[in-house]
């Protein structure tokens, strides 16, 4: 059976977007609300940050973030993989 996919409108840094996905409206909300956060902060770190600019930064924390936490959770697969052999 397929996943239902559904449309969401998101504001993201004073812009407009449609998200098409999977997720539930409150992920999507959630994501929506950190983002916009984010944004803020780096904004208040660089107060002459153009959009682009703080949105591309944002993104490459987010992927750095998540290679991060692949990392670690690959880390504590492998060591649950050993612990069950021994």
């Known amino acids: 059976m397929a996943v239902q996919k559904r449309r969401f409108k998101a504001v993201i840094g ?3 977007y449609t998200i098409v996905g999977t ?3 409150e992920h999507m ?5 950190k ?3 984010e944004l803020s902060q780096l ?5 002459g940050i153009n959009q682009v ?5 944002l993104a490459f924390n987010a992927i750095s973030d998540q290679l991060i936490a ?6 504590l ?5 050993d612990e069950q052999k021994n």
């Open 53 to 57: 600019d703080a949105t591309t930064l």
């Open 70 to 75: 692949t990392n670690k959770l690959n880390e």
């Open 29 to 33: 909300q959630a994501v929506t609300e």
């Open 23 to 25: 997720s539930s409206v």
């Open 43 to 47: 904004k208040e770190l660089v107060p």
């Open 35 to 37: 983002m916009n956060q």
């Open 77 to 81: 697969n492998s060591n649950t993989e």
């Open 14 to 16: 004073g812009k407009t």
